[in-house]
């Protein structure tokens, strides 16, 4: 049902806990399930992600999700880091169940709302980002799965 690495991020999740101080947090949560996840960035200067760390209280594929995308975030642009979508991270994965599908999108929103906290901070604008949303539960109708 999961695949290898799934289980490897589960069973041993990468960059697990806080960045005091970060740059940017995000916390978006699914109300139909009830998981949350949290995402800090440290973004330098010149707008690299050096660090990311999650906290994540949610299922299996939710924290190998969120251990992925940290994963696949550090060292990228902020432009190449929205870019990241569930998809890419479903992709590094090797795939997720159909019905664990939205437990990857709440990673591609953690790391959105990370970047609109650290714009927010910073006072500047990212091309392409949308005002992040708390409960992604609520858009479920808009996308299609
Ligand atoms: Fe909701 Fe996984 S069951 S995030």
Request: aromatic content about 6%.
């Amino acid at each position: 049902m999961y695949s290898e690495k799934v289980m490897d991020h589960f069973n041993n999740p990468r960059n697990v806990g806080e960045i005091e101080d970060a740059s940017g947090v995000g916390t978006v949560g699914n109300a139909k399930c009830g998981d949350i996840m949290r995402i800090y960035l440290d973004i330098d200067d010149n707008g690299i992600i050096k660090e990311a760390k999650f906290k994540t209280f949610g299922c299996g594929a939710a924290v190998a999700t969120s251990s992925m995308a940290t994963e696949l975030v550090k060292g990228k642009t902020i432009q190449e880091a929205l870019e990241i979508t569930n998809k890419a991270v479903m992709e590094a994965l090797d795939g997720l169940p159909p019905v664990k599908v939205h437990c990857s999108l709440l990673a591609e929103e953690a790391i959105h709302a990370a970047l609109w906290d650290y714009a927010q901070k910073n006072n500047i604008e990212i091309e392409g980002l949308e005002p992040p949303v708390s409960d992604i539960s609520e858009h479920e109708e808009e996308e299609n799965y």
